[in-house]
């Protein structure tokens, strides 16, 4: 895990970021959202292929929705930390023949440029793992929280009714652009602090209210 600091308040500094915690909240928070909102209305405008597609896959193409989705897209990007290479213990295998190399090509993959994540959703360990995994591939994270409901909100984003976590993929849109402007302006979560900081909701009978 990259080293951390900490700044006169106590509050946790990444090394390599050198940008202190903060959770988008009330006013902040509405304007992030609007300002997504219509970075996306603009980028749909701008691309051609949008008016075929049908809405859904438009969004699947620019986002990663959900947890699940996040977290396999993470875990397809390579981690920063490098590996020292081992000397190869055999020869070489003999290339593949044209014809056989090209069924075995993989389409491309487009990584996350930020992930946005709802840090006071519930059960809180459903994105629990999120922070580590984001930051050891140098993914920066951007917190909301707004009284439980920013699950909602941040749903309202995709057209879904509820999303916990939604990463940006990076294709170089009016949606990277703003991120972008975003992450220049320190303001964004790169802890964990605030995702552990919100109590999980229990029922009368101790069970996890989802």
């Known amino acids: 895990m ?13 090394a390599s970021k050198s940008q202190e915690q903060d959770c988008y909240e009330g006013e902040r928070l509405d304007r992030l959202l609007q300002s997504i909102q219509r970075k996306i209305e603009s980028a749909r405008l701008m691309m051609d292929d ?45 290339p593949l023949a044209p014809s056989l190399a090209s069924n ?8 996350l440029q930020a992930v946005l994540i709802a840090s006071d959703c ?7 793992h999120l922070p580590s995994l984001a930051l050891s591939r140098k993914v920066p994270l951007i917190f909301l929280k707004d009284n439980k409901g ?28 703003l991120i972008e402007e975003i992450l220049r302006g320190n303001t964004i979560q790169l802890g ?6 919100t109590p999980m909701l229990t029922t009368a009978h101790g069970q996890v209210q989802r």
């Not at 990259?2 to 990444?14: A, L, Q, V």
């Not at 075995?104 to 990584?111: L, W």
């Not at 519930?122 to 629990?128: A, T, V």
């Not at 920013?150 to 990277?176: E, F, P, W, Y």
């Open 2 to 14: 990259p080293p951390r600091n900490k700044d006169s308040k106590g509050r946790i500094i990444h």
């Open 50 to 94: 949008s008016k075929c597609l049908p809405e859904k896959m438009w969004f699947k193409q620019q986002f990663a929705i959900g947890v699940n989705e996040v977290t396999r897209v993470l875990e397809r990007m390579p981690p920063v930390t490098p590996v020292t290479p081992m000397a190869p213990t055999t020869p070489p295998l003999t």
């Open 104 to 111: 075995r090509t993989k389409a491309p993959y487009i990584g």
């Open 122 to 128: 519930n059960p809180r360990w459903l994105s629990k």
């Open 150 to 177: 920013a699950s909602l909100r941040l749903g309202q984003l995709v057209q879904l009714k509820t999303a916990i976590a939604i990463g940006v993929k990076a294709k170089g849109n009016a949606i990277n652009q």
């Open 192 to 197: 964990i602090e605030c995702l552990n900081s």
